[in-house]
């Protein structure tokens, strides 16, 4: 299996800083890029909903609002 590769710059201190520490910054930044591709597909996906919710209105005033902020606080 052939996995891709990316290239980040970052400048030489922080290099240097995390050479200091007993971290594997290859696993941190793919956990990091995971979660990060997670949180904008749920928001991408919520987006729509309200987007449905607003075309249709059978729903209460607000409710949306509501449920994007209850959702948001439960995090």
Known sequence: ???P???VR??????????????NWSEEI???IARRVD???RRRKLDEAIATLRR???VEKGF???SVREDRDSR
Do not use: G, N
Not at 10 to 23: N, Q
């Open 30 to 32: 793919r956990r990091f």
């Open 64 to 66: 949306a609002e509501k």
């Open 10 to 23: 970052i400048p030489r201190e922080l290099k240097e800083a995390m050479e200091k520490l007993d971290i």
């Open 39 to 41: 949180e904008e597909l």
């Open 5 to 7: 590769v990316i290239t």
């Open 56 to 58: 249709t209105e059978s």
């Open 1 to 3: 299996m052939i996995v």
